[in-house]
């Protein structure tokens, strides 16, 4: 029974194939624009967080500070310095830090040939690289021999290579810092950094911390950087840095003024909260545009209904049921939606193919490599979202026309002109 009944909804379907067409056009339409936009949306949000994630992703920042409460007979208000000892205050009281690495920065000259250009430059760890996600383009980056023979070797950022020395290779070249001479053994790849707590990587020069110490006065650090073993406790990690510190400089543990922890990863949340928002509008949008299409569809189905009540009537005689007639117009309807959203994610799969990828950030940092772009692709959630939709939109748009269908008086029916 439900073979002729399915044979019967196609039937019509092909009798009305030029309004049948034009119904599933519309479904089409906007089944294509659904997807495309909740592609967009994901698209952006993974670019955006990308980009915040330059700076180092699950990075914990240890900025100097002043007490706000009394402890051990010392007054409130007292500055506190991060001094290099504390790297190994740090080590030793947390067993659960993975890398750490002091920062010590200071802007000077840059000079290569008759260029000359101040920076920031920081003096480092070589443990440095995996918290803050620097990867090389060239050359390599700081190592631990560096470090203890302090070693005159710079790493440097993609804009410093660019302004030093325009279309020419660096790496083994000769460049004066503050008047002495470092040899360039790395250089970074270009970064779309959208969060930061000093100078953007791609305008610093990387030097040997033991180096750094060399040049200026390097006993106070400007901060800490450091990455946890796990990122699961992250708020029991951070009481215990500053227990640890607090340890070491005579104050309050639970003085939150006394050092300065940021946990990038609070930031990051505001990232990813505003992607998805924006991705949800962008998905009430595309639904609002796919509504459009169900109203169509819902349209057509009432016309087809009212011109066919004298066939429902015919077959209400001879013995169908109202379940029959409700089932066959429920076909209709869906068969409409559904092969429209056939076709719809067909047009979105090769507006997607052909339009590839979007600019974002890219002019924004003159970063021609494509990284920081809005990359379009159907994801398996978009397909998700797109059928249940879908399917939610037919049976809606059809309930209505096969319910007054299988209602119909088979007399009344016959009658009506």
């Known amino acids: 029974m439900m073979r002729h009944v399915i044979g019967e909804a196609f039937q019509a379907l092909w009798h009305y194939r030029l309004r049948s067409a034009l119904t599933m056009l519309s479904v089409t339409w906007g089944v294509a624009s659904l997807m495309l936009l909740f592609s967009y949306g994901q698209g952006f949000g993974l670019a955006l967080t990308q980009a915040f994630d330059q700076i180092g992703k699950d990075l914990i920042v240890i900025f100097p500070g002043q007490t706000s409460l009394q402890a051990g007979g010392e007054r409130s208000g007292r500055g506190i310095g991060l001094e290099f000892s504390d790297i190994k205050a740090l080590t030793d009281g947390v067993p659960t830090i993975e890398a750490i690495s002091p920062e010590v920065r200071r802007f ?179 639904a609002l545009t796919l509504s459009i299409g169900a109203v169509g569809v819902l349209n057509i189905m009432l016309v087809s209904v009212t011109e066919r009540i004298r066939e429902i009537g015919v077959l209400k005689a001879i013995g169908a049921r109202s379940k029959d007639i409700l089932g066959q117009i429920l076909v209709e309807g869906l068969a409409l939606t559904i092969g429209g959203g056939v076709l719809g994610c067909v047009l979105a799969a090769l507006s997607v193919r052909i339009i590839g990828s979007l600019p974002l950030l890219g002019p924004l940092f003159e970063d021609t490599s494509g990284q920081s772009d809005i990359h379009l692709s159907i994801s398996l959630s978009a397909l998700i979202v797109s059928s249940l939709v879908l399917v939610v939109v037919g049976m809606a748009a059809s309930m209505l026309p096969a319910i007054r269908a299988a209602r119909l008086d088979p007399a009344t029916a016959i009658r009506s002109e």
């Open 108 to 286: 000077f000259p840059v000079n290569f040939a008759y260029r000359t250009r101040s920076y920031n430059v920081a003096g480092v760890y070589q443990s440095f690289q995996r918290i803050r996600h620097m990867d090389m383009e060239t050359g390599r980056f700081l190592s631990g021999d560096d470090i203890l023979q302090r070693r005159r070797v710079v790493v440097i950022g993609a804009d410093v290579k660019t302004q030093l020395f325009s279309g020419l290779p660096a790496l083994g070249r000769d460049i004066k810092i503050n008047g002495l001479r470092f040899t360039v053994v790395g250089v970074l790849k270009k970064k779309t950094q959208i969060s930061n707590y000093s100078a953007p990587d791609d305008v610093t020069a990387l030097i040997p911390y033991t180096t750094m110490a060399t040049m200026t006065n390097a006993r106070y650090l400007n901060n800490i950087v450091v990455l946890p073993v796990n990122n699961q406790f992250r708020t029991r990690f951070i009481a215990e840095l500053r227990a640890s510190l607090a340890r070491e400089h005579r104050f309050n543990a639970r003085d939150e003024r006394a050092v300065t922890i940021l946990d990038w990863n609070q930031f990051r949340s505001l990232v990813t909260n505003l992607s998805m928002g924006l991705q949800i509008l962008l998905s009430i949008i595309g």
